[in-house]
């Protein structure tokens, strides 16, 4: 006897969600979001000003975006997610509802409810659409998890009291402990 498919939800549903509702859409199906923690805005907003400050004192044409940001990784409208910080050097990417595609950059700050998601259902969804680098930012482990999947490298654990290089821009070292002081 076969099992029960179950629904597969598209971007028509993400869109229509009701308001006030942040969830994901993750292989057609939706994975609700909760609230930021005062720890996880603070990490998220050093990180966006620090590459922001960056890319505009180098010229350079990528943008940032932190969540909520809609980012719909995939032709079929089947994963839509909102990464806590995205970094987007493809201009054409963008509409009026986010980006269509996968950004150059992806910064997950990890909480209690996003764990496994972050480190495990999100790392090979980032790594299968190509994203270039993919950051685990882990406030309770206090280190970053450094995938460069451009390269194939293996990932690279930074304690936040170390300088993490950022591979897309080879001039940038963010050292999060510095960052939070």
């Not at 028509?12 to 994901?24: F, I, Q």
């Not at 005062?38 to 966006?48: A, K, N, R, T, V």
């Not at 685990?136 to 290089?165: K, L």
Request: proline residues 8%; negative net charge.
């Amino acid at each position: 006897m076969p099992l029960p498919r179950e629904h597969r939800y598209t971007s028509e549903d993400y869109w229509n969600l009701p308001e006030g509702r942040r969830a994901e859409l993750i292989d057609g199906q939706f994975y609700d979001m909760a609230p930021p923690s005062p720890m996880h805005q603070e990490i998220s907003f050093q990180l966006s000003r620090v590459i922001g400050n960056y890319i505009e004192a180098n010229g350079g044409a990528c943008k940032v975006y932190p969540a909520p940001f809609a980012v719909n990784l995939d032709a079929n409208d089947q994963d839509w997610v909102e990464p806590d910080i995205s970094v987007i050097c493809d201009q054409s990417k963008l509409d009026d509802r986010g980006c269509k595609g996968a950004p150059d950059m992806v910064i997950e700050i990890v909480s209690p409810s996003s764990r496994k998601m972050d480190y495990f259902r999100k790392n090979a969804l980032y790594s299968e659409s190509g994203v270039l680098e993919y950051w685990i930012v882990d406030p309770d482990r206090e280190r970053t998890t450094i995938y460069r999947y451009q390269h194939d490298d293996v990932p690279v654990m930074v304690p936040f009291a170390e300088d993490a290089r950022v591979g897309i821009f080879p001039g940038l070292a963010v050292n999060i402990g510095e960052l939070l002081k």
